[in-house]
């Protein structure tokens, strides 16, 4: 993502959520309260950027410390999530492509199957559906074998060898930083 992108990433996520609903828009975190600093949209192409950080932003306001928002309780967040979702799914269907729109469906609903299991793996995870969004098939294994096994080695090797180790290894390094 180019630097100049990310500024307005952050400020097009939380005037969305203002224009949506007015619950939303207060559960905001004050501007210097706000961490800007994008998780896995640097592993991925730039169209996609913003819809995946407001998707990984849906994900921590339900699993995690959340950067734009802090949600008053549980319900809220998990409305407030359901809604960050929704609305990067909108935008990643916006850039025409059916196949990154099924990988980040993908990913939510094992995301979610990981965190209701208290199973590791989400981080290489998120890195491998970042870095390969859109290619098809191609993740089709190894998310079986964290599925079904328990193993995100698969995935781990996937994200290095399409956006190289030292950027994987900040996102995951972020990631981790980022759940409770």
Known sequence: MSSTAAPELW??????????????????RDEPDRDLEPVFSPLAEE??????????????????????FAPSDQDTALLLGDYLYAHGLVRIAACG?????????????????????SAEGDGPLWAATAALLGAGRILDAPRAALRVRGDAAPLDAAARDAAGSDP?????????GRLR
């Open 11 to 28: 400020s097009t996520i939380a005037q969305d959520a203002i224009d949506e609903s007015p619950l939303w828009g207060s559960m905001l």
């Open 47 to 68: 169209r996609f950027a913003l819809g995946l950080e407001t998707i990984y932003e849906g994900y921590l306001v339900h699993y995690g410390s959340p950067r734009l």
């Open 97 to 117: 492509d059916v196949d990154a729109v099924a990988d980040l469906s993908e990913l939510i609903s094992l995301s979610s199957q990981l965190r209701a299991e």
């Open 168 to 176: 994987v290894e900040r996102a995951l390094a972020a990631h981790r």
